[in-house]
């Protein structure tokens, strides 16, 4: 009895399986279709090999070498600051307060905001454990800009649904550079904001007191990764 | 009469669940459906202020129970174990899956996740192997929370639920339905054999730490920001919407970075 129920389950099993083996068999060959039908255009190309680098370079130059902290730290705050566009982020994150802030108040904020950033990141490498990322289609977003969708796989898990991670990039002058990461449907830019946005309306409204709030943090961050900002 | 006790016990535990569902009805209530706050429609200012209070005081519990016996678990445990562990608790779950993606139209998905269910159960010793993974059946979950979004219930307020944490009005009265649903636990409810409610006090504490464990990156990245309450409610909330694919035509992430030029 319990044999004929297993080899019922089994059966059972192997042909879901094997639909979903047809499944994703047709999907290949429609996909590769598509691909031999229409190359990429250049911009597409050089959009995806934007991405592709950039992950590489975090994966081997921080987060697999074997670099100290500081230097991991160091390596990491300088291609931030010069793929990532901190300063149109600054000025999404802070909403309507930007308008009314003085030049020298837009300055401090975004220096600590972009501190903030790259100490936020430099507690993320240990948790770095081997994942691959796979950089797949390019898509438009609003104003010109664009994503690049690409997925992380853990190599522990192969069998697990890989981890959506979508790069929103634009076009600055002929140099690209990220505006937001957006992971499983989560905007980072947007997470900042809404926080910022909390923390100024307990402080009514001054980018002064925010500004002061992050550098105090950013000192705790530092200290805790035994590491130093310049 | 042992049938009497029975079935007493399973109303009453109906009852307690009754309860808890009613008190959340009334807090949906109150909260309008009209959207509240202009920068993010799934806050309503009117329980902000209760889920300040319930979010304090998990974050207590879990700085002095919870997170310590998350981190020696996931420090102590094996890698493969931990992953063994989460095979049993997930194949456990999936008669909720079944239910769930069946009430919301999903064949396909229900029809895999009852191929999981079987092939596991059968052949992956109760649910601790995944054989299923190796047959290339997908993995996928829901909640009853997902399924009332299918059916129309849509928008709902950020509401964090005393110890579990972070979710919805909607999403919390779909948790308490998806305890009522799963058959595992209507049979661990059984007030005539210790074994079972031991087994079911089990599940849920290893469940619990589990999950916790399961967590603690994201967690400890949480704790570094400035505002960690409004940063662990953005997240949760961007998340939740693109777990249920509510924007279908646009993401939440599609904003314009001028929206305040306008």
Redesign the interface.
Request: proline letters at 0%.
């Given at each position: 009895m319990l044999r004929i129920?297993?080899t019922l389950?089994?059966s059972?099993?192997?042909s879901?399986?094997a639909n979903?083996?047809e499944v994703?068999t047709s999907e290949e060959s429609v996909n590769n279709a598509a691909v031999t039908q229409s190359a990429d255009s250049e911009e597409v190309a050089n959009e995806k090999s934007f991405v592709k680098n950039l992950a590489d370079t975090f994966i081997n130059d921080i987060f697999e070498s074997k670099k100290s902290e500081q230097e991991k730290v160091d390596v990491f705050k300088d291609i931030f600051l010069k793929n990532c566009d901190i300063n149109?982020i600054s000025?999404?994150v802070l909403?309507?307060a930007?308008?009314t802030a003085s030049a020298e108040e837009k300055d401090s904020f975004t220096t600590a905001f972009s501190d903030?950033v790259v100490?936020?990141w430099a507690?993320?490498f240990k948790?770095y454990n081997g994942q691959k990322i796979e950089v797949l289609t390019i898509r438009p977003?609003?104003?010109g800009?664009s994503y690049v969708d690409s997925s992380v796989i853990n190599p522990?898990?192969p069998?697990?649904?890989p981890i959506s991670l979508?790069w929103?990039i634009e076009n600055k002058d002929g140099q690209y550079k990220i505006?937001?990461l957006?992971v499983?449907?989560?905007?980072m830019?947007?997470?900042y904001r809404?926080?910022?946005?909390?923390?100024l309306q307990a402080k009514g409204g001054k980018i002064t007191a925010l500004t002061e709030?992050?550098q105090e943090?950013n000192k705790k961050?530092a200290s805790d990764l035994k590491v130093v900002l310049e | 009469m042992k049938n009497k006790n029975k079935v007493e016990k399973i109303r009453e535990n109906l009852r307690y669940s009754g309860v808890f569902l009613c008190l959340l009805t009334a807090a949906c209530a109150s909260t309008s459906s009209d959207k509240t706050s202009v920068e993010n429609p799934d806050i309503n200012p009117n329980l902000e202020p209760v889920n300040h209070v319930i979010y304090s005081f998990n974050d207590a519990l879990d700085t002095v129970l919870l997170r310590p016996i998350a981190k020696a678990y996931d420090t102590v445990v094996p890698d493969f174990v931990q992953s063994l562990v989460k095979n049993f608790l997930h194949n456990l779950q999936t008669p909720v899956y079944i239910i769930n993606y069946t009430l919301q139209g999903e064949g396909e998905k229900a029809q895999a996740a009852f191929g999981r269910f079987a092939l596991n159960t059968s052949l992956g010793f109760f649910g601790i192997a995944d054989m299923a993974a190796d047959a290339g059946i997908p993995k996928e979950t829901t909640d009853f929370g997902a399924t009332m979004a299918k059916w129309g219930y849509t928008d709902s307020a950020y509401f964090v639920i005393p110890v579990m944490g972070p979710s919805t009005v909607r999403d919390a009265l779909g948790k308490g339905v998806d305890v009522i649903l799963n058959p595992f636990n209507i049979a661990t409810m059984n007030p005539n054999n210790d074994s079972l409610r031991t087994a079911d006090w089990i599940r849920f504490g290893v469940n619990a730490v589990q999950s916790r464990a399961s967590a603690l990156p994201l967690t400890d990245d949480i704790a570094r920001a400035l505002d960690p309450y409004t940063t662990m409610q953005s997240m949760y909330l961007q998340n939740r919407r693109h777990e249920l694919h509510l924007d279908k035509d646009t993401n939440s992430y599609d904003f314009d970075f001028d929206m305040d030029e306008e």
């Open positions: 129920w297993l389950m089994t059972f099993a192997v879901l399986s979903a083996a994703t149109f000025k999404f909403g309507k930007w308008k903030a100490l936020t507690g993320r948790e977003a609003n104003s800009q522990d898990n069998n697990d649904k979508i929103r505006v937001d957006i499983e449907g989560v905007s830019a947007m997470t809404n926080e910022y946005l909390a923390v709030n992050l943090k961050l | -």
